[in-house]
């Protein structure tokens, strides 16, 4: 399956695109989705931790993804 994926903050650095294409197989999840990320972008274990959206709205590790989903990853911001 082809997904969009969508990169803010800090993972806009460490990849060096804003977005790209990325392939998984069907029923992938959101955990394995992570997984899958950072083997093929080592440099994202950089980051403690980052949420993930799914066509605009947050989920859950155990959410299933789908044919042409947008995938935001988000990583913490910070601020005053």
């Given at each position: 399956?082809?997904?969009?994926?969508?990169?803010?903050?800090?993972?806009?650095?460490?990849?060096?695109?804003?977005?790209?294409?990325?392939?998984?197989?069907?029923?992938?999840?959101?955990?394995?989705?992570?997984?899958?990320i950072?083997?093929?972008?080592?440099?994202?274990?950089?980051?403690?931790?980052?949420?993930?959206?799914?066509?605009?709205?947050?989920?859950?590790?155990e959410?299933?993804?789908?044919?042409?989903?947008?995938?935001?990853?988000?990583?913490?911001?910070?601020?005053?």
């Amino acid at each position: 399956m082809n997904l969009t994926i969508l990169l803010f903050g800090i993972s806009t650095d460490l990849i060096g695109e804003k977005s790209i294409f990325f392939s998984v197989s069907p029923g992938t999840t959101v955990s394995e989705f992570k997984i899958l990320i950072q083997e093929k972008y080592p440099q994202l274990s950089q980051i403690n931790s980052y949420a993930i959206a799914i066509n605009e709205s947050y989920a859950s590790n155990e959410t299933v993804l789908k044919e042409n989903d947008m995938v935001a990853v988000i990583p913490p911001v910070s601020g005053g």
